[in-house]
T-cell receptor, first 115, second 115 residues
Framework: GQQLNQSPQSMFIQEGEDVSMNCTSS?????WLWYKQDPGEGPVLLIALYKAGELTSNGRLTAQFGITRKDSFLNISASIPSDVGIYFCASTGGYYGGSQGNLIFGKGTKLSVKP | DTEVTQTPKHLVMGMTNKKSLKCEQHMGHRAMYWYKQKAKKPPELMFV???????INESVPSRFSPECPNSSLLNLHLHALQPEDSALYLC??????????????FGPGTRLTVL
C-alpha cells in the first residue's frame, strides 16, 4: 500500500537552530499537508501544498512539494520552545485515486527544543 | 474560521456504559471524519461521511456507531467498549472536491479512557 516515510523520527535541538524534516514515498501524490500536534490535542494544519514544485511559507515555516510529487520537506527557522511537538506529514490523492478520506500520514517527527 | 469543536474533552467510561462523542463544524464542509489515535502514533481513519452519508467504514467494530444528523454535526456512539479502545478520538472535516478543498481540519479531540 501507499506509505509515507518521514524522517527524522525525533530531533533534539537548541533554541534558535533551524530544523528540517522530510517525507518521501514511492507513490505520486496530489497534495502534501504538514500538521503539528501538541500532547493531548488535535493536529493543527501548518502548510498545505497542492502543486509540484510549490514552495510555501507560513511565518518561520517553509515547506515544498517535491517536483517528482513523491516527497516534501518542512523547514523551521530560528526554533523557539513553543515549536515543541510532533510534526506529521500527510498526503492525499494518490496515484491510484484519491477520494476524500484517503489521508495517509507519516509516522511523525518529535521535536524537542532546549532553551 | 477553520474551527472544528469536539465534546467532551475527556471521557472516562466503564465497559458496560453507553456514551457519545460529539463534533461540530460551521465551515460549510460536507465531509466529516472520525479518527482514532494511540500514543506516539499517527491518526487512524475510522469513518468518513460525505454529504451526510457514510462513505467509508474502515472495518471498525460495531461497538462504535457513527451518526451524521446534519451537515454540521457528527456523533460517535460508544457501547460495550474494551480497555484497548482507550485513545484520543479526533474529528475532522473537509469540503470534498479538488485537492485544495479536500484538506482536512481537525478538532481538539476527546481523550477516552475505558475502565
Amino acid at each position: 500500500g501507499q506509505q509515507l516515510n518521514q524522517s527524522p523520527q525525533s530531533m533534539f535541538i537548541q533554541e534558535g537552530e533551524d530544523v528540517s524534516m522530510n517525507c518521501t514515498s514511492s507513490s505520486i501524490f496530489n497534495t502534501w499537508l504538514w500538521y503539528k500536534q501538541d500532547p493531548g490535542e488535535g493536529p493543527v494544519l501548518l502548510i498545505a501544498l497542492y502543486k509540484a514544485g510549490e514552495l510555501t511559507s507560513n511565518g518561520r515555516l517553509t515547506a515544498q512539494f517535491g517536483i517528482t510529487r513523491k516527497d516534501s520537506f518542512l523547514n523551521i527557522s530560528a526554533s523557539i520552545p513553543s515549536d515543541v511537538g510532533i510534526y506529521f506529514c500527510a498526503s492525499t490523492g494518490g496515484y491510484y485515486g484519491g477520494s476524500q478520506g484517503n489521508l495517509i500520514f507519516g509516522k511523525g517527527t518529535k521535536l524537542s527544543v532546549k532553551p | 474560521d477553520t474551527e472544528v469543536t469536539q465534546t467532551p474533552k475527556h471521557l472516562v467510561m466503564g465497559m458496560t456504559n453507553k456514551k457519545s462523542l460529539k463534533c461540530e463544524q460551521h465551515m460549510g464542509h460536507r465531509a466529516m471524519y472520525w479518527y482514532k489515535q494511540k500514543a506516539k502514533k499517527p491518526p487512524e481513519l475510522m469513518f468518513v461521511y460525505s454529504y451526510e452519508k457514510l462513505s467509508i467504514n474502515e472495518s471498525v467494530p460495531s461497538r462504535f456507531s457513527p451518526e451524521c444528523p446534519n451537515s454540521s454535526l457528527l456523533n460517535l456512539h460508544l457501547h460495550a467498549l474494551q480497555p484497548e479502545d482507550s485513545a484520543l478520538y479526533l474529528c475532522a472535516s473537509s469540503h470534498p472536491g479538488t485537492a485544495s478543498t479536500d484538506t482536512q481540519y481537525f478538532g481538539p479531540g476527546t481523550r477516552l479512557t475505558v475502565l
